[in-house]
Nanobody, 124 residues
Framework: QVTLIESGGGSVQAGGSLRLSCAAS????????LTWFRQAPGKERAFVSG????????SYAESVKGRFTISGDNARKTVYLQMNSLKPEDTAVYYC?????????????????WGQGIQVTVSS
């Protein structure tokens, strides 16, 4: 099994920055993609960004493109999400997710493992 631990959330003012981390542990040998989703109150869980350790380019939701940057450490099976120019609409619980797919996919149902979620709050 795979366990995902998120860290780095918190509260910032609009325009500020946060950096989220997600570390995968357990049987991660076949964990090829690590991604971030988010869910705001009353909204569906939505894809934010993802990276594949098998190669390929990282993926971003249009709403965060140009503001967020994802990076990863394959040896440590850890992914980071640098969030800049944060907006109040970025406020949500952010979830790390992992799958055995070799490519990043935006559908939450395709992911096998999930972190517990971490709160990000952006005030105006």
């Amino acid at each position: 099994q795979v366990t995902l631990i998120e860290s780095g959330g918190g509260s910032v003012q609009a325009g500020g920055s946060l950096r989220l981390s997600c570390a995968a542990s357990g049987r991660t040998f076949n964990t090829y993609t690590l991604t971030w989703f988010r869910q705001a109150p009353g909204k569906e869980r939505a894809f934010v960004s993802g990276i594949s350790f098998s190669g390929g380019r990282p993926s971003y939701a249009e709403s965060v493109k140009g503001r967020f940057t994802i990076s990863g450490d394959n040896a440590r099976k850890t992914v980071y999400l640098q969030m800049n120019s944060l907006k109040p609409e970025d406020t949500a619980v952010y979830y790390c997710a992992a799958s055995n797919y070799i490519m990043v996919v935006p559908e939450a149902e395709k992911y096998d493992y999930w972190g517990q979620g971490i709160q990000v709050t952006v005030s105006s």
